[in-house]
């Protein structure tokens, strides 16, 4: 038996760091959302005590430093499950840009832990799953549990909201990459000028107002991380017709809102000369899909 799991990625409708913890981890305020792009990770097991991880990318490590592999660990640890039973093969199919704030790396964590709670028929609930994903990475459980959500503590504090409207999102990623544990140590060395609307936010996303949400989109990381040809791209989106744009997670892929299709078109077209992947999507409900293959 195989579990075949859509992974959904995520942006950040608002990402606030609010301190730095003891621990060295960060308090967050973040709304997240998740979107129709996904990488298909698919877990089966085998003989032997080994996770063994395959993928169609060469940039993705195959070894423990994959938050996939990672996530196995933490599961068969919180359950027990004897060394020589954890023999498993994760493939993960990668569509969700690399290195681009848009959770690719927790999402497939967030697949395998799904995918294990079947395989091993441990019937764990989302609340479990989670507990066991927030030792993994800070945006594991909200991959697991997905749709609209709060995240507060380090990500794993999870808070339903209404659901986002209908609307077109439009990825733009340009070649760079930004690294998140780098991201924070510049949020430590140089703090921040201001504080995002974290309460108009809210009160925003609880009315569904798509035009509110829109222009209320903030990034607390746009204070000091530096993405080439950011502004250009937002502006591109917003001379296009989108509602609001900005960056997510900590970078460098900015996204654009938009009501109409068409003008999430026209303004991919136009980005072209910015940014390396293009992806125009959609608001989804969950962050994992799995399907079991006899």
């Given at each position: 038996?195989?579990?075949?799991?859509?992974?959904?990625?995520?942006?950040?409708?608002?990402?606030?760091?609010c301190a730095k913890r003891n621990d060295g981890y960060h308090d967050l305020f973040m709304i997240m959302?998740?979107?129709?792009?996904?990488?298909?990770?698919?877990?089966?097991?085998?003989?032997?005590?080994?996770?063994?991880?395959?993928?169609?990318?060469?940039?993705?490590?195959?070894?423990?430093?994959?938050?996939?592999?990672?996530?196995?660990?933490?599961?068969?640890?919180?359950?027990?499950?004897?060394?020589?039973?954890?023999?498993?093969?994760?493939?993960?199919?990668?569509?969700?840009?690399?290195?681009?704030?848009?959770?690719?790396?927790?999402?497939?964590?967030?697949?395998?832990?799904?995918?294990?709670?079947?395989?091993?028929?441990?019937?764990?609930?989302?609340?479990?799953?989670?507990?066991?994903?927030?030792?993994?990475?800070?945006?594991?459980?909200?991959?697991?549990?997905?749709?609209?959500?709060?995240?507060?503590?380090?990500?794993?504090?999870?808070?339903?909201?209404?659901?986002?409207?209908?609307?077109?999102?439009?990825?733009?990623?340009?070649?760079?990459?930004?690294?998140?544990?780098?991201?924070?140590?510049?949020?430590?060395?140089?703090?921040?000028?201001?504080?995002?609307?974290?309460?108009?936010?809210?009160?925003?996303?609880?009315?569904?107002?798509?035009?509110?949400?829109?222009?209320?989109?903030?990034?607390?990381?746009?204070?000091?991380?530096?993405?080439?040809?950011?502004?250009?791209?937002?502006?591109?989106?917003?001379?296009?017709?989108?509602?609001?744009?900005?960056?997510?997670?900590?970078?460098?892929?900015?996204?654009?809102?938009?009501?109409?299709?068409?003008?999430?078109?026209?303004?991919?077209?136009?980005?072209?000369?910015?940014?390396?992947?293009?992806?125009?999507?959609?608001?989804?409900?969950?962050?994992?899909?799995?399907?079991?293959?006899?």
């Open positions: 038996m195989k579990i075949k799991v859509k992974a959904y990625a995520k942006i950040n409708l608002l990402l606030d760091i959302q998740s979107i129709g792009i996904y990488d298909t990770v698919t877990v089966e097991r085998i003989k032997g005590r080994e996770i063994r991880i395959s993928c169609d990318n060469a940039d993705i490590p195959l070894n423990e430093k994959n938050i996939a592999y990672k996530a196995a660990e933490e599961f068969f640890n919180a359950n027990k499950i004897r060394v020589t039973s954890r023999g498993i093969h994760i493939n993960i199919i990668k569509r969700i840009p690399h290195d681009a704030g848009l959770a690719g790396g927790s999402a497939d964590g967030a697949a395998v832990i799904t995918a294990l709670n079947k395989l091993y028929n441990k019937e764990l609930s989302d609340e479990e799953l989670c507990k066991i994903g927030a030792k993994v990475g800070a945006d594991v459980p909200f991959c697991i549990t997905g749709g609209t959500l709060l995240a507060q503590g380090i990500g794993e504090v999870l808070s339903k909201v209404k659901p986002l409207r209908k609307c077109y999102i439009l990825l733009a990623k340009p070649e760079i990459g930004v690294n998140t544990k780098s991201a924070f140590s510049q949020f430590d060395s140089n703090g921040k000028t201001h504080n995002p609307d974290c309460l108009g936010m809210l009160c925003a996303v609880q009315s569904r107002n798509l035009k509110d949400i829109s222009s209320r989109l903030e990034n607390v990381f746009e204070q000091f991380i530096e993405v080439p040809n950011r502004i250009y791209m937002k502006e591109i989106m917003r001379n296009n017709g989108a509602l609001g744009a900005c960056m997510s997670g900590s970078g460098p892929t900015v996204y654009g809102i938009f009501e109409d299709k068409e003008n999430a078109e026209n303004a991919a077209r136009e980005l072209t000369q910015y940014a390396k992947d293009i992806i125009i999507t959609v608001p989804v409900n969950k962050g994992c899909k799995y399907q079991i293959i006899e």
